[in-house]
């Protein structure tokens, strides 16, 4: 049973991931690869943070503090964490209409292929992989997408072979690691117990009465002034750094600070 904090961090919790869980959709990234990514910190932090006398903890514990089983930690324990092996069926929907004899021509392109109906059509291309979703659902998520079109004669015709949508660039991984990732540092480090007095300075300002009218110059101004603010501590930054050729005494420390408004 959960007690009331852990309630209140859970809520919060979910309140962080929605913009998240936005991000990442609109990068094709589902909740199986989300899962599967979290299974595997959750493993890897128990390695390096929560071993008994100095040695990793085993399976069994792992299994214990996390929820997972222990077949499910060994089998993510022997893999390289970055590599989740998770497939989202549509990549490989994409990937079979590809690859498979029976969806290609005689020059190893994918077909325009029917929607409906025996080998090849798209409704036996979506049974060979394992998605309960129906094949109704499937093709209009692809086709809203643009990864499939529909042609004249009523077939589907595949226009890229990744499940990876349009506009899509590194700025989602980049603000991951250089904004979110230090910042969750940040208050995990302030919300140990074992760090009481020597906690990192965290600060939000907010208005609950911003105008809307005026959330242009708002921006315009914000942007001006933490410019120059992160100039200025850039250059003390420099004060504070070991010379080239100590990199054993280097170690990576900064501030962030950031703009935000409801959207």
């Known amino acids: 049973m959960l007690s009331e904090i852990q309630k209140k961090i859970l809520s919060a919790l979910f309140v962080f991931l929605r913009p998240l869980i936005s991000a990442l959709m609109r990068s094709g990234i589902g909740y199986a690869e989300f899962s599967e990514a979290a299974k595997a910190c959750y493993v890897q932090v128990c390695l390096d943070e929560f071993g008994v006398r100095g040695r990793k903890t085993n399976i069994s514990r792992i299994a214990i ?28 929907i994409l990937h079979l209409w590809h690859t498979d004899k029976d969806f290609q021509d005689e020059l190893g392109q994918p077909l325009a292929i029917p929607y409906d109906g025996e080998v090849p059509s798209f409704s036996s291309l979506r049974r060979r992989v394992r998605c309960d979703v129906p094949s109704g659902a499937v093709k209009t998520e692809l086709v809203r997408m643009g990864i499939v079109s529909i042609a004249e004669d009523g077939k589907l015709r595949v226009n890229r072979r990744e499940f990876v949508p ?17 910042h969750a540092d940040t208050i995990a480090f302030n919300a140990d117990p074992a760090n009481p007095k020597d906690t990192r300075y965290e600060c939000l300002v907010e208005s609950r009465n911003a105008d809307i009218r005026l959330l242009p110059k708002l921006r315009r101004v914000s942007r001006e002034r933490l410019y120059d603010f992160v100039s200025s501590f850039d250059d003390c930054l420099a004060e504070y750094s070991v010379e080239d050729g100590d990199e054993d005494r280097a170690t990576r420390a900064g501030i962030g600070v950031f703009y935000f408004e409801d959207t």
């Open 65 to 92: 503090m996390t929820g997972l089983s222990r077949k499910e930690v060994r089998r993510i324990s022997d893999r390289e964490w970055r590599n989740c092996g998770v497939s989202n069926p549509l990549s490989e």
């Open 166 to 182: 349009d506009r899509v660039d590194d700025s989602l991984a980049e603000g991951l690691l250089a904004g979110l990732k230090s």
